[in-house]
T-cell receptor, first 113, second 112 residues
Framework: QKEVEQNSGPLSVPEGAIASLNCTYS??????FFWYRQYSGKSPELIMF????GDKEDGRFTAQLNKASQYVSLLIRDSQPSDSATYLC?????????????FGGGTRLMVKP | NAGVMQNPRHLVRRRGQEARLRCSPM?????VYWYRQLPEEGLKFMVY????????ESGMPKERFSAEFPKEGPSILRIQQVVRGDSAAYFC??????????FGPGTRLTVT
């Protein structure tokens, strides 16, 4: 069983729509959750992090965390073609024993004009 | 720009040569991490270092790979006797404490 799972996509949404990206994780001890955006051939860029249950909003981005369901999501409102990228979910599974991030395989998002 | 710096950005090595990848963390950051992204695969953790200490090397291959973060200068990821399977993008990340990690531009290693 993979520790962090994402649908590989591609997820295709029209410009201006809400894109919803999902991620599940296997370890209930996980405490820190991150979303990175990676354009093709580029490095991951941190766009959101969330540590507590509930919603966290930053501009057009909202991260949602439900620890009981072991589920974290990223909503992108008013999607733009420039949002087309691969979105990586990352989890700090053993924060007390180390600080490594475990990444999901990423979801490719395509925003069509 | 005080972002994470990595060099070289592209590195070509023949099989059997050594590769040295360098990483300077963001200003104010004392935690450094190395990750590898193989073609069409996800990002995998390799090693976590603080100044002069390896904190976690659970993701490092047992042979040929080593990392250091000396008191002065950048962190170095060293790959000895490279093989074609080492061709990948190697990313360094840094953090101020044990939370958000920011990535550098990466080094693309090609082994011919």
């Amino acid at each position: 069983q993979k520790e962090v799972e994402q649908n590989s996509g591609p997820l295709s949404v029209p410009e201006g729509a809400i894109a919803s990206l999902n991620c599940t994780y296997s370890d209930r001890g996980s405490q820190s959750f991150f979303w990175y955006r990676q354009y093709s051939g580029k490095s991951p860029e941190l766009i959101m992090f969330i540590y507590s249950n509930g919603d966290k909003e930053d501009g057009r981005f909202t991260a949602q965390l439900n620890k009981a369901s072991q589920y974290v999501s990223l909503l992108i409102r008013d999607s733009q073609p420039s949002d087309s990228a691969t979105y990586l979910c990352a989890v700090n599974i053993f924060p007390n024993a180390g600080n490594m991030l475990t990444f999901g395989g990423g979801t490719r998002l395509m925003v069509k004009p | 720009n005080a972002g994470v710096m990595q060099n070289p950005r592209h590195l070509v090595r023949r099989r059997g040569q050594e590769a040295r990848l360098r990483c300077s963390p963001m200003k104010g950051h004392s935690h450094v991490y190395w990750y590898r992204q193989l073609p069409e695969e996800g990002l995998k953790f390799m090693v976590y270092l603080q100044k002069e200490n390896i904190i976690d090397e659970s993701g490092m291959p047992k042979e040929r790979f080593s990392a250091e973060f000396p008191k002065e200068g950048p962190s170095i990821l060293r790959i000895q006797q490279v093989v074609r399977g080492d061709s990948a993008a190697y990313f360094c990340a840094s953090s101020r404490d044990t939370y958000e990690q920011y990535f550098g531009p990466g080094t693309r290693l090609t082994v011919t």
